[in-house]
């Protein structure tokens, strides 16, 4: 299976994937959502909180809108201690 046949990942967001070394879906769930985006994060600097939720909805097998609220708030709060 390729990265762009998981939820919330398209052409561009695989090719930067792929950019950050994760080449399939079993190594974007082996890194998980946070190490990932923590790779994107190095060469794009426009990687935000949707993407993140992106990710997490991807590996979960989901649209990113229906991610818990408690995993969201959990993605929220990674970033904001990463930002300080």
Known sequence: MKLSELPNIGKTLEQKL???GITSPEQL???GAENTFLKLEIEDESA???MLCALEGAIQGIRWHQLSKARKDELKEFLRLKRM
């Open 29 to 31: 769930s082996e890194t």
């Open 48 to 50: 935000c909180y949707n």
């Open 18 to 20: 792929m950019n950050a």
